[in-house]
């Protein structure tokens, strides 16, 4: 089946960059990157398509934060600049059946999850 592990969390300082990787195993889908901060909702931070042709930003991150993805590597990348304090959360990497899409709930597959940490 699909089976997702995220990497590249850490601690850095505001303004401070980050990488975050998905290394996935099995088939090739369209992937997503949403993250969570105790007692608050859910945020969808970004999608891309299979095919790497169609791509999503949230608006809290737009212009900051970069997805790609390798498919020879079979791998999702977040490239995340000038973070901010309420970049803080836990980074949730997620895998669809659908050819593209920007809703949670059609995802199927979820990643553990990789802890950042923006200090000021």
């Known amino acids: 089946q699909v089976q997702l592990v995220e990497s590249g969390g850490g601690l850095v300082q505001a303004g401070g960059s980050l990488r975050l990787s998905c290394a996935a195993s099995?088939?090739?889908?369209?992937m997503g990157w949403s993250r969570q901060t105790p007692g608050k909702e859910r945020e969808f931070v970004s999608a891309?398509?299979?095919?790497?042709?169609?791509?999503y930003y949230a608006d809290s991150v737009k212009g900051r934060f970069t997805i790609s993805r390798d498919n020879a590597k079979n791998t999702v990348y977040l490239q995340m600049n000038s973070l901010k304090p309420e970049d803080t959360a836990v980074y949730y990497c997620?895998?669809?059946?659908?050819?593209?899409?920007?809703?949670?709930?059609?995802?199927?597959?979820w990643g553990q999850g990789t802890q950042v940490t923006v200090s000021s």
């Open positions: 099995g088939r090739t889908l369209s």
């Open positions: 997620a895998a669809s059946s659908y050819s593209y899409s920007v809703t949670p709930g059609h995802y199927s597959y």
């Open positions: 891309i398509s299979r095919s790497g042709g169609s791509i």
